[in-house]
Protein backbone atom coordinates (compact mmCIF):
# COMPACT_ATOMS: atom_id res chain seq x y z
CA UNK A 1 0.00 0.00 0.00
CA UNK A 2 1.31 3.09 -0.79
CA UNK A 3 0.12 5.89 2.30
CA UNK A 4 1.69 8.64 4.01
CA UNK A 5 1.21 10.66 7.68
CA UNK A 6 3.29 14.26 7.23
CA UNK A 7 4.03 16.53 9.34
CA UNK A 8 5.18 19.26 7.49
CA UNK A 9 5.11 23.23 7.41
CA UNK A 10 3.65 25.19 4.36
CA UNK A 11 5.99 27.10 2.74
CA UNK A 12 4.09 28.49 -0.36
CA UNK A 13 0.69 29.47 -0.61
CA UNK A 14 -2.17 27.08 -1.73
CA UNK A 15 -3.06 27.65 -5.48
CA UNK A 16 -6.40 26.79 -6.27
CA UNK A 17 -7.13 25.98 -10.48
CA UNK A 18 -9.69 24.29 -11.91
CA UNK A 19 -9.16 21.38 -14.77
CA UNK A 20 -10.90 21.30 -18.11
CA UNK A 21 -13.97 19.63 -16.17
CA UNK A 22 -14.06 21.83 -13.58
CA UNK A 23 -12.50 20.10 -10.79
CA UNK A 24 -10.82 21.88 -8.00
CA UNK A 25 -6.80 21.23 -7.91
CA UNK A 26 -5.43 22.94 -4.72
CA UNK A 27 -1.39 22.97 -4.94
CA UNK A 28 1.09 23.52 -2.43
CA UNK A 29 4.61 23.64 -1.44
CA UNK A 30 5.45 21.96 1.63
CA UNK A 31 8.95 21.05 4.16
CA UNK A 32 9.73 18.66 6.51
CA UNK A 33 12.99 18.24 8.85
CA UNK A 34 15.85 16.28 7.72
CA UNK A 35 16.56 12.73 8.92
CA UNK A 36 19.59 14.09 11.50
CA UNK A 37 19.97 17.87 12.46
CA UNK A 38 22.38 19.15 9.54
CA UNK A 39 20.40 17.60 7.09
CA UNK A 40 18.07 20.24 5.18
CA UNK A 41 14.72 19.92 5.28
CA UNK A 42 12.95 18.38 2.13
CA UNK A 43 10.44 20.18 0.24
CA UNK A 44 7.92 18.57 -1.92
CA UNK A 45 4.73 19.64 -3.93
CA UNK A 46 1.46 18.48 -2.48
CA UNK A 47 -1.81 18.26 -4.22
CA UNK A 48 -5.42 17.81 -2.84
CA UNK A 49 -8.43 17.93 -5.56
CA UNK A 50 -12.42 17.80 -5.03
CA UNK A 51 -13.55 18.86 -1.70
CA UNK A 52 -9.82 18.78 -0.29
CA UNK A 53 -8.65 21.10 -2.83
CA UNK A 54 -11.61 23.79 -1.39
CA UNK A 55 -10.08 23.21 2.51
CA UNK A 56 -6.98 23.51 1.87
CA UNK A 57 -7.19 26.53 -0.05
CA UNK A 58 -9.82 28.48 2.42
CA UNK A 59 -8.37 27.21 5.60
CA UNK A 60 -4.67 26.49 5.29
CA UNK A 61 -1.80 29.29 4.63
CA UNK A 62 1.94 29.54 4.45
CA UNK A 63 3.67 29.04 7.66
CA UNK A 64 0.93 26.58 8.69
CA UNK A 65 2.16 23.70 10.74
CA UNK A 66 -0.07 20.72 9.16
CA UNK A 67 -0.22 17.10 9.41
CA UNK A 68 -1.03 15.59 5.70
CA UNK A 69 -2.63 11.95 5.44
CA UNK A 70 -2.68 10.73 1.94
CA UNK A 71 -0.20 8.78 -0.85
CA UNK A 72 2.63 9.61 -3.23
CA UNK A 73 3.38 9.94 -6.84
CA UNK A 74 6.86 10.02 -8.49
CA UNK A 75 6.48 12.10 -11.60
CA UNK A 76 8.20 12.38 -15.00
CA UNK A 77 9.08 15.77 -16.08
CA UNK A 78 10.64 16.45 -19.38
CA UNK A 79 13.45 19.24 -18.65
CA UNK A 80 14.71 22.00 -21.34
CA UNK A 81 18.06 20.93 -21.29
CA UNK A 82 16.92 17.20 -22.85
CA UNK A 83 16.75 14.88 -19.94
CA UNK A 84 13.86 13.74 -17.87
CA UNK A 85 13.34 15.13 -14.25
CA UNK A 86 11.05 12.57 -11.34
CA UNK A 87 9.67 14.23 -8.86
CA UNK A 88 7.98 13.39 -6.14
CA UNK A 89 4.21 14.82 -5.35
CA UNK A 90 1.87 14.23 -2.41
CA UNK A 91 -1.64 13.54 -3.40
CA UNK A 92 -3.45 14.66 -0.11
CA UNK A 93 -6.60 13.24 0.42
CA UNK A 94 -7.04 14.46 4.44
CA UNK A 95 -5.32 17.14 5.97
CA UNK A 96 -4.92 18.83 9.57
CA UNK A 97 -3.74 22.04 11.53
CA UNK A 98 -1.53 21.42 14.28
CA UNK A 99 -1.83 23.44 17.43
CA UNK A 100 -4.17 24.46 20.01
CA UNK A 101 -7.20 23.38 17.77
CA UNK A 102 -7.05 26.17 15.54
CA UNK A 103 -6.58 26.81 11.84
CA UNK A 104 -3.59 29.97 12.51
CA UNK A 105 0.22 29.43 13.41
CA UNK A 106 0.46 27.36 16.45
CA UNK A 107 2.12 29.11 19.66
CA UNK A 108 6.28 29.53 19.90
CA UNK A 109 8.36 28.27 22.19
CA UNK A 110 11.21 31.32 22.62
CA UNK A 111 14.64 29.64 23.03
CA UNK A 112 16.94 31.82 24.46
CA UNK A 113 16.39 35.34 24.42
CA UNK A 114 19.42 36.01 21.48
CA UNK A 115 17.34 33.67 19.41
CA UNK A 116 14.40 33.34 17.46
CA UNK A 117 11.50 31.69 18.93
CA UNK A 118 10.88 28.37 17.40
CA UNK A 119 7.12 26.96 16.82
CA UNK A 120 6.09 24.17 18.47
CA UNK A 121 5.05 20.81 17.10
CA UNK A 122 3.51 19.86 20.96
CA UNK A 123 -0.14 19.97 21.06
CA UNK A 124 -0.68 20.71 24.54
CA UNK A 125 -1.68 17.53 27.07
CA UNK A 126 -4.90 17.21 28.76
CA UNK A 127 -4.47 17.96 32.91
CA UNK A 128 -5.03 14.56 34.77
CA UNK A 129 -7.91 14.42 36.99
CA UNK A 130 -7.74 13.07 40.39
CA UNK A 131 -9.78 9.76 41.41
CA UNK A 132 -12.60 10.11 43.13
CA UNK A 133 -13.38 6.30 43.17
CA UNK A 134 -12.37 4.26 46.35
CA UNK A 135 -12.76 1.08 45.12
CA UNK A 136 -9.53 -1.41 44.27
CA UNK A 137 -7.30 1.46 46.56
CA UNK A 138 -5.44 0.05 48.95
CA UNK A 139 -5.74 1.70 52.16
CA UNK A 140 -2.06 3.74 53.63
CA UNK A 141 -0.55 2.51 56.42
CA UNK A 142 -1.48 3.84 59.59
CA UNK A 143 1.19 5.36 62.46
CA UNK A 144 2.32 2.56 64.88
CA UNK A 145 0.99 3.84 67.76
CA UNK A 146 -2.68 2.78 66.39
CA UNK A 147 -3.84 -0.89 66.36
CA UNK A 148 -3.14 -2.72 63.37
CA UNK A 149 -5.99 -3.86 61.01
CA UNK A 150 -6.14 -6.86 59.04
CA UNK A 151 -4.44 -6.95 56.29
CA UNK A 152 -6.13 -9.93 54.76
CA UNK A 153 -8.02 -8.55 51.83
CA UNK A 154 -9.49 -12.32 50.83
CA UNK A 155 -12.88 -12.68 50.70
CA UNK A 156 -14.20 -14.30 53.80
CA UNK A 157 -17.96 -14.02 53.20
CA UNK A 158 -18.93 -17.37 51.53
CA UNK A 159 -17.90 -20.43 53.31
CA UNK A 160 -15.52 -23.09 51.64
CA UNK A 161 -17.07 -26.35 50.23
CA UNK A 162 -15.08 -28.91 48.75
CA UNK A 163 -16.34 -29.96 45.31
CA UNK A 164 -17.30 -33.78 45.12
CA UNK A 165 -15.19 -35.84 42.46
CA UNK A 166 -18.14 -37.90 40.46
CA UNK A 167 -17.40 -41.60 41.30
CA UNK A 168 -16.71 -43.13 38.10
CA UNK A 169 -19.35 -45.94 38.59
CA UNK A 170 -22.33 -43.93 38.83
CA UNK A 171 -22.95 -43.00 34.92
CA UNK A 172 -26.32 -42.45 34.34
CA UNK A 173 -27.66 -44.30 31.16
Known amino acids: MNNFILMAEIIQEPQLRHTPDGLELAEMMVQFPGLRPDDPPAVLKAVGWGNTAQEIY ?66 PLPTPTPAINNIGVIPQAEPASTTPKSTNYERTTYPATKKEEPNGDDIPF
Open 58 to 123: QNHHQGDRILLEGRLNMNTIERPEGFKEKRAELTIQRIHPLGAGTISSPPSIPIASSQKTVPSYES
